[in-house]
């Protein structure tokens, strides 16, 4: 295997884009679920966050956010941002829960509360 373009050069004395690449690439890793049946969806995305890194474009807190994001909806853990998770009213809101993976609206009270879940029509 030959690389073409080795990001990590780029990078390598500079500890918070280091890290950042590090954490990119373990998540990766434990997203492949089979080691012989990568996902393409997946390489491209590392790929892409690696090379944001090493052009130092965007800052690397950011790259990591969105690398999680993207790669958790990839792996088939998309967040819920189609509806309040407290109120179920649908649409754009203020609010969102990293930890809990939602959205929340405004008036439904702080994200800080437990939330509900409602059950799923089918």
């Known amino acids: 295997?030959?690389?073409?373009?080795?990001?990590?050069?780029?990078?390598?004395?500079?500890?918070?884009r280091y890290t950042t690449a590090s954490a990119v690439v373990e998540t990766a890793e434990r997203l492949t679920p089979v080691e012989q049946e990568p996902s393409l969806r997946l390489f491209l995305l590392t790929l892409g966050a690696l090379r944001a890194l090493a052009e130092g474009a965007h800052a690397s807190t950011l790259v990591l956010d969105a690398y999680l994001l993207r790669s958790m909806g990839?792996?088939?853990?998309?967040?819920?941002?189609?509806e309040c998770a407290v109120c179920g009213t649908p649409g754009r809101h203020g609010a969102f829960s990293v930890p809990a993976g939602v959205v929340s609206a405004?008036?439904?009270g702080r994200l800080g509360r437990r939330i509900r879940r409602r059950p799923r029509s089918t």
Do not use: N, S
């Open 1 to 16: 295997m030959e690389g073409i373009e080795l990001y990590g050069k780029r990078f390598l004395d500079d500890y918070p």
């Open 74 to 82: 990839v792996a088939g853990w998309a967040p819920a941002l189609a």
């Open 106 to 108: 405004r008036t439904a």
